[in-house]
């Protein structure tokens, strides 16, 4: 909470001593400061002087962000001589030596960016938006009324018509004007495949695989919303979502089968009344919607509920700014199924499963933002049903708050908005139509009897008396065949009782660290713990199923490659397998495509989140 640093409120004025004066609305008396403000007046002429000849000369030459912070600190260092203090409007000094880690980008250099090996795209603005004045983001009236997102599959036809109308007015825009959808589409290409450099470095930024996926994507559709209800002259308008996690959400709506918003760039096989794959892995089709179903719920419980207990799990790593400050560890959320989904949309005609397969192209699909509609919704979801998680309070880490980025609003001005103004969309002015939730009790069960499987694991420490360490060395193993290593749970944490683990909520989480990809591909493994027999491990309805890791190619820039860690939540699922008071589990990684001969993994372990 911010203080208040106004003066203290005075309603007597008769205590007030000579030589004072009323300063306006209120009752609110302050002392006059005489004879340093009639000097500060004449000083002041001299400098505003100064002032319009640095103006003057700036506005015939191109002038950069940080050029306007600039002349705002030249102008607020003058109207602070002259007439008080006055707090500078866009730039912050002192804010940001106390945020000195928080993410913002470079708007000077906007690079061309490398998808692929034998693909470069260009997805960077006509004009440089360094060359743009900006304002800070300002609330909507908190008068004004709530914007009701609702499912796509309960839309009915006059709100279909208002947005197809829009969709329409939107792609007609020529590229120049910000609010044109192909220009929306490139802003995501921009701030996710590194064409934006971080500001004070010349390390790229990039809004996935951390901490910055959530609030970054409610961020561009907000805007896109809010353009949508410009372009038809509804300020009430409001988005739809993707219903993907309910029964009746499951295909691909019908109203984005139609133009504008269908999108030919689609997997043909995967079109209504197919459902969706949440944990889909290129290589499993055919599926009946029935036994999809039955994966699907079991995904979101595991995704949602078990595998994220905690926020780190569920929001990912923190990425910060500078080189000590980079990180590459998605949510369990933004791993599937997020990436999934992208990847189940994109047409496998195209090498990158464009559009929606590939990051770059992605929001050139009209579906995306229902797709992202249903993601945020899901932050929102995932709140409410952890909120009795005294470690699942709100971030509060002020490089998080205070990471900011930039969007043209439906006025086309360039507006900068900070993490800390998207966390509360009641603010937003909008909020999500209630739905069931029928995957909150879609608990999966162990595919063998947790006392038949210990048996069976034992013959298996017999039959494998060599295990090889949960640390793979310097060079890591190949993810080009399964992985199976036993993994011992620290000691310490297993002396201590059901009791206590659940007083002081501790949450153990199984680390598979060090993943690198050598090339750039879509990846996928699967990680399961105490699985009789890995040929069963289809999917995530068995109770073996830990989570998956899932890589969208983004950007081929040697410096955006780091390696990664997946961090899954177990505690729940140690429970149900009967192991959570075991000296330690198998756990088994299962490479899903041939891809995954190209990943290397430095080793597996536990750890635990308080």
């Given amino acids: 909470m911010v203080e208040n640093s106004s003066p203290a409120y005075i309603t007597n004025p008769k205590s007030l001593p000579e030589n004072s004066h009323f300063k306006g609305e209120g009752g609110v008396w302050e002392p006059r400061k005489w004879g340093i403000m009639e000097g500060r007046w004449g000083f002041g002429v001299s400098l505003a002087l100064i002032m319009a000849t640095v103006v003057l000369f700036c506005l015939s030459m191109r002038v950069s962000e940080d050029q306007y912070a600039f002349l705002g600190d030249i102008k607020n260092m003058i109207l602070g001589i002259s007439v008080g203090d006055i707090p500078p409007q866009h730039h912050d000094a002192d804010g940001e030596k106390k945020t000195k880690n928080a993410l913002s980008p470079n708007l000077t250099t906007c690079d061309v960016s490398f998808p692929r090996p034998d693909l470069s795209v260009y997805c960077c603005p006509p004009k440089p938006e360094s060359e743009e004045p900006f304002i800070d983001f300002h609330f909507p009236d908190p008068s004004s009324p709530l914007r009701l997102r609702r499912p796509v599959h309960l839309a ?26 192909r220009r929306q589409g490139d802003r995501h290409c921009i701030y996710c495949t590194g064409a934006y450099k971080q500001k004070f470095s010349d390390l790229p930024l990039n809004v996935h695989r951390s901490w910055l996926f959530f609030p970054w994507h409610r961020m561009m559709i907000y805007f896109h919303e809010r353009i949508l209800g410009s372009l038809i002259g509804d300020d009430n308008f409001a988005l739809l979502f993707w219903n993907w996690d309910n029964p009746a959400g499951m295909a691909i709506p019908e109203m984005f089968m139609n133009d504008p918003l269908f999108d030919g760039d689609r997997e043909i096989s995967h079109f209504p009344p197919k459902f969706v794959d949440l944990n889909y892995d290129l290589l499993v089709e055919g599926r009946g919607n029935d036994e999809q179903l039955k994966m699907n719920m079991a995904t979101m419980y595991t995704q949602m509920v078990s595998g994220a207990k905690t926020t780190e799990l569920f929001m990912g790593c923190s990425y910060k700014a500078g080189e000590g400050g980079g990180c590459d560890g998605p949510g369990t ?8 989904i992208h990847d189940w949309l994109g047409s496998g005609l195209n090498p990158g499963r464009e559009n929606m397969g590939s990051f770059y192209s992605a929001a050139r699909d009209p579906i995306f933002y229902a797709h992202h509609g249903n993601l945020d919704r899901m932050w929102e979801v995932w709140r409410r049903i952890h909120g009795d998680r005294p470690y699942n309070s709100d971030i509060i880490d002020p490089d998080w708050l205070d990471s900011y980025f930039f969007f043209h609003d439906e006025k086309r001005q360039l507006v900068r908005i900070r993490i800390r103004d998207v966390l509360n969309i009641t603010n937003l002015r909008y909020a999500y139509e209630e739905v069931p939730l029928p995957w909150l009790t879609a608990r999966p069960q162990p595919s063998v009897p947790p006392k038949i499987a210990r048996e069976l694991l034992k013959l298996r420490d017999l039959d494998e008396p060599f295990v090889r360490s949960a640390d793979f060395g310097p060079h890591g193993r190949t993810l080009d065949t399964t992985i199976r ?45 105490n699985a009789v027999d890995e040929t069963l491990m289809v999917g995530p309805v068995f109770r073996e199923f830990a989570g998956t890791f899932v890589n969208i190619p983004h950007s081929i820039r040697p410096v955006m490659r780091r390696k990664s860690n997946l961090k899954l939540g177990i505690s729940e699922l140690l429970q149900d397998l009967e192991a ?22 430095d080793g597996v372990r536990i750890e635990y989140m308080h």
Wanted: with cysteine; net charge negative; charged share 35%.
């Fill in 485 to 529: 290593v036993k993994v011992h749970r620290p000691k310490m944490h297993n002396k201590i009782s059901k009791k206590q683990k659940d007083y002081f909520q501790e949450e153990e989480v199984l680390v598979v660290y060090g993943i690198e990809l050598k090339e750039e591909k879509y990846v996928k493994f699967d990680v399961y713990v």
């Fill in 156 to 181: 009915d036809g006059d709100y279909i018509a208002k947005y197809i109308k829009a969709v329409s007015i939107m792609k007609s825009l020529p590229y120049d004007d910000p609010r044109s959808f």
């Fill in 580 to 601: 959570d008071e075991d000296e330690s589990i198998w756990v088994s990684l299962i490479p899903r495509g041939e891809d995954c001969m190209h990943v290397s993994i």
């Fill in 333 to 340: 959320v933004e791993n599937a199924p997020h990436n999934t």
